[in-house]
């Protein structure tokens, strides 16, 4: 049975911009290993796999919660297919953080020359706001109503 989310692991190429990011959201730095090869790059189907993984917590998520990013060396070209941020695209969407205010949240994020993606929506009991993340990805917050 599934007890929470664990962890959403992002490959970068430079992984200073996407650890300043997440630590604007409250995480925070929690250790880092080099992958040459070995056991970890055989499990991921990638033997030879070369990376920095670097594993960003939550700050105060019981349980705790880790972005962990992957910095390949040396660095895959970019993708050729649609932006990550291009919504109608198959596969990764978006990832979702809950915050209890959007507005301060986004006047934070703003003032930090985060891209803002959408205006705030409410729906289904909830006010949301898209934003550009590391990598292009699209991130959300959700402020639920009480």
Do not use: C, W
Request: net charge negative; aromatic share 6%; glycine share 8%.
């Amino acid at each position: 049975m599934i007890l929470n989310p664990d962890h959403i692991t992002i490959a970068v190429a430079d992984a200073g911009p996407a650890i300043d990011f997440f630590a604007l959201l409250g995480f925070r730095k929690d250790h880092v290993a080099i992958i040459d090869g070995g056991l970890p790059a055989r499990y991921m189907g990638m033997p030879d796999m070369k990376a920095q993984h670097i594993t960003l917590a939550l700050e105060g998520a019981d349980p705790q919660f880790e972005i962990q990013l992957l910095e390949f060396e040396p660095t895959p070209g970019a993708d050729p297919g649609a932006h990550p941020t291009n919504l109608r695209r198959r596969g990764f969407n978006h990832l979702a953080f809950r915050v209890d205010d959007l507005e301060a949240t986004t006047a934070h994020l703003v003032a930090s020359s985060v891209t803002v993606l959408s205006d705030e929506m409410n729906y289904v009991n909830r006010k949301l706001r898209l934003f550009e993340g590391p990598e292009g990805i699209t991130v959300e917050l959700v402020q639920r109503d009480s």
